[in-house]
């Protein structure tokens, strides 16, 4: 007869959020309240679905949480819109994708009751010739709201939107000092931040390969954002970047003027 076997649990959840030792990526996690999430991955045209359908509930929330098997409706030529491939394979992509994404899901660990709990995002999705029809299943439904109700600007949404490696990442770092003036990281915190500690990047590679990437990125995604950047020197050395972040009405007024991102020079840092 076997023996009882006691389970790590606390091992179990570290090997959830903390995979090979290392914790998951920004764009792989959300945190509600006391309840941490790890999100399956998602395919660009899945992440926009999921970005929409909780948009409908944000613009829905009106005091009264929504039922659990409530629905929300999203025209199908919008989501058609965003499928980046010709038009003889539509069909077959829509269809995969669709297939697919019912079957994604996140794990979620809420820390007060120690409990884990899996979930998939959609209970359902029916298509017809104008129309698809979502339904969240059960135990997203009180997330979701949670998030949609707690978190005006929707910046959990805009989370799990970002496709880039380390894009989520520069968001979480620079988005929480947004309308606060010129923050400041030093290379170490930075490179720490985005599990890159162990490499030889230089600044130069940091800038090219990792920031600006994620930067346009953020652009491309969002037009009440604007973002600049640049080195921090001691001597000749860079030992630091700063950051200044604007977002809402301010932010697009001035990306009418610099629609594009682009590199802030010193001197930009002084002169604001």
Request: glycine fraction near 6%; proline fraction near 4%.
């Given at each position: 007869m076997k023996e009882n076997i006691n389970l790590d649990f606390t091992g179990l959840v570290s090997e959830l959020l903390y995979p090979a030792g290392q914790e998951a990526k920004a764009n792989k996690i959300i945190k509600v309240g006391n309840i941490i999430g790890r999100?399956?991955?998602?395919?660009?045209?899945?992440?926009?679905?999921?970005?929409?359908?909780?948009?409908?509930?944000?613009?829905?929330?009106?005091?009264?949480?929504?039922?659990?098997?409530?629905?929300?409706?999203?025209?199908?030529?919008?989501?058609?819109?965003?499928?980046?491939?010709?038009?003889?394979?539509?069909?077959?992509?829509?269809?995969?994708?669709?297939?697919?994404?019912?079957?994604?899901?996140?794990?979620?660990?809420?820390?007060?009751?120690?409990?884990?709990?899996?979930?998939?995002?959609?209970?359902?999705?029916?298509?017809?010739?104008?129309?698809?029809?979502?339904?969240?299943?059960?135990?997203?439904?009180?997330?979701?709201?949670?998030?949609?109700?707690?978190?005006?600007?929707?910046?959990?949404?805009?989370?799990?939107?970002?496709?880039?490696?380390?894009?989520?990442?520069?968001?979480?770092?620079?988005?929480?000092?947004?309308?606060?003036?010129?923050?400041e990281y030093s290379i170490p915190e930075i490179m720490k931040q985005l599990s890159l500690e162990h490499t030889r990047y230089s600044y130069g590679q940091l800038r090219l390969r990792v920031i600006e990437p994620s930067i346009e990125e953020i652009y491309a995604w969002d037009d009440s954002v604007f973002i600049r950047f640049g080195p921090t020197f001691a001597g000749r050395r860079v030992e630091g970047v700063w950051f200044e972040v604007k977002a809402g009405e301010e932010a697009r007024r001035v990306r009418q003027q610099y629609p594009d991102f682009k590199f802030s020079s010193p001197e930009d840092k002084i002169n604001g």
């Amino acid at each position: 007869m076997k023996e009882n076997i006691n389970l790590d649990f606390t091992g179990l959840v570290s090997e959830l959020l903390y995979p090979a030792g290392q914790e998951a990526k920004a764009n792989k996690i959300i945190k509600v309240g006391n309840i941490i999430g790890r999100l399956d991955p998602l395919t660009e045209f899945q992440q926009k679905i999921i970005v929409g359908v909780i948009s409908l509930v944000h613009k829905r929330i009106d005091g009264t949480p929504p039922a659990s098997n409530e629905t929300y409706v999203m025209e199908l030529n919008e989501i058609l819109k965003s499928c980046d491939v010709e038009q003889a394979e539509l069909s077959s992509y829509l269809i995969n994708e669709i297939e697919k994404l019912v079957k994604k899901g996140i794990w979620l660990y809420e820390e007060a009751t120690q409990k884990l709990t899996r979930t998939h995002w959609f209970q359902s999705i029916e298509i017809s010739n104008r129309k698809v029809v979502f339904q969240f299943a059960e135990k997203i439904v009180p997330i979701v709201t949670e998030f949609t109700l707690l978190d005006t600007e929707l910046q959990i949404v805009k989370g799990l939107r970002y496709k880039g490696k380390h894009t989520g990442t520069v968001f979480e770092m620079i988005w929480k000092w947004r309308n606060q003036g010129i923050i400041e990281y030093s290379i170490p915190e930075i490179m720490k931040q985005l599990s890159l500690e162990h490499t030889r990047y230089s600044y130069g590679q940091l800038r090219l390969r990792v920031i600006e990437p994620s930067i346009e990125e953020i652009y491309a995604w969002d037009d009440s954002v604007f973002i600049r950047f640049g080195p921090t020197f001691a001597g000749r050395r860079v030992e630091g970047v700063w950051f200044e972040v604007k977002a809402g009405e301010e932010a697009r007024r001035v990306r009418q003027q610099y629609p594009d991102f682009k590199f802030s020079s010193p001197e930009d840092k002084i002169n604001g």
